[in-house]
């Protein structure tokens, strides 16, 4: 049995940017119906000096296991202060890395997050 890594237990007891955004320009909510974990991520953009679409802030709500929340928390922080297309760009595999590997039987939470996060900015996308 695999177990979690500091950083994922850091995150999972002291999540970074939990809760919900008012306003929120995009959202997005994916799940797994499997394992019951559900995730709901906000983005606030704002265009930079040079006129980027920018992830001002972003924070999540997060109904599962700690490698769940462990990854919404990871992914926030991965997205933050990033551009739209360098949000696009993180993958499930990069938040497991950056969170030092989840057990193989929690690598599909990993999956969540970046897809809220996908799920998020195709949101606001759309709306725009």
Do not use: W
Not at 6 to 25: C, L, S, W
Not at 54 to 62: G, H, L, N, S, Y
């Amino acid at each position: 049995m695999q177990k979690y890594t500091k950083q994922v237990m850091e995150h999972f007891t002291r999540p970074h940017n939990q809760g919900k955004i008012k306003n929120a320009d995009g959202i997005g909510t994916v799940g797994n119906p499997k394992c019951g974990d559900i995730m709901r991520l906000y983005i606030k953009v704002k265009k930079d000096k040079q006129g980027q679409e920018m992830i001002q802030d972003v924070k999540f709500e997060t109904l599962g296991c700690g490698a769940a929340i462990s990854t919404s928390s990871m992914t926030t922080d991965l997205a933050k202060g990033k551009t739209i297309q360098e949000a696009l760009a993180i993958t499930n595999k990069k938040v497991a890395e950056e969170l030092g590997g989840l057990p193989s039987a929690k690598m599909h939470c990993s999956n969540l997050a970046a897809d809220a996060l996908h799920a998020a900015i195709k949101n606001y996308q759309e709306k725009k």
